[in-house]
């Protein structure tokens, strides 16, 4: 079966995620996190990517990416992916001994306004959920923790969202997804669709040329 064709476009925000080989653990320790945030930073500085939000969770991760010129997304991934494994296996001496990752990375559009804010708490939120920590500040490896308790240049690695954070953002992001929104944005990525207003995905579907039965996240089949 043929891979669906990515849209990679300037300008647009993008969530991206992958998975470890087998869902097998991939951070075990405070050395695994710091080494593949070292590699955001530096991927960040070769690509001018900008980087909106992220978590690193012990067998996945999500990022929301928001690249500047056509392309860059791509560079972006393929030089951190490859650059992380090529690492990974150098650091357990584990050369050669397969995939790191399940597969290509997975990238979805977003839109703006208040989809781009639910998505920053859905993945900011990814430790609460999995009850790793209380607050999402807590949980080091991600950008929850940068914004609260990061120095300056620990926040520099994050780039200003489109749609400002809410005033109040501790408090903000600390406050459970509302049901609805999450099956919403769960059945999108799980789909692998836009992530908007109905006549926002619309408008996606004609600009990139992606599959006419793309329909809104979360609405059922007419029956």
Not at 15 to 42: M, P
Not at 44 to 52: A, D, Q, S
Not at 56 to 72: A, F, S, V
Not at 184 to 212: D, F, I
Request: glycine share 6%.
């Amino acid at each position: 079966m043929p891979r669906t064709e990515r849209i990679d476009v300037g300008g647009e925000v993008y969530h991206v995620i992958n998975r470890a080989n087998g869902r097998h653990t991939i951070f075990r320790d405070k050395e695994d996190y710091q080494l593949f945030e070292s590699l955001l930073a530096d991927a960040k500085e070769l690509t001018g990517m900008r980087i909106l939000a992220y978590t690193i969770m012990p067998n996945h991760w999500h990022l929301l990416l928001e690249p500047r010129k056509d392309g860059d997304l791509a560079l972006f991934m393929h030089w951190l992916s490859t650059t992380h494994t090529r690492r990974v296996h150098v650091r357990t001496k584990t050369v050669g001994g397969g995939h790191l990752y399940q597969g290509r990375y997975k990238s979805f559009i977003v839109d703006s306004d208040q989809y781009l804010l639910t998505l920053i708490k859905y993945i900011e939120r990814n430790p609460v959920r999995a009850k790793l920590v209380r607050s999402c500040e807590n949980w080091q490896w991600g950008s929850a923790w940068r914004r609260i308790n990061g120095d300056k240049k620990q926040k520099k690695l994050l780039d200003p969202s489109p749609t400002p954070l809410p005033h109040g953002y501790r408090n903000w992001i600390n406050t459970p997804e509302k049901t609805e929104e999450l099956a919403m944005l769960r059945n999108a990525v799980n789909r692998g669709v836009p992530y908007g207003s109905e006549a926002w995905v619309e408008q996606m579907v004609t600009k990139h040329h992606m599959e006419s039965t793309v329909r809104q996240p979360g609405r059922p089949k007419k029956r």
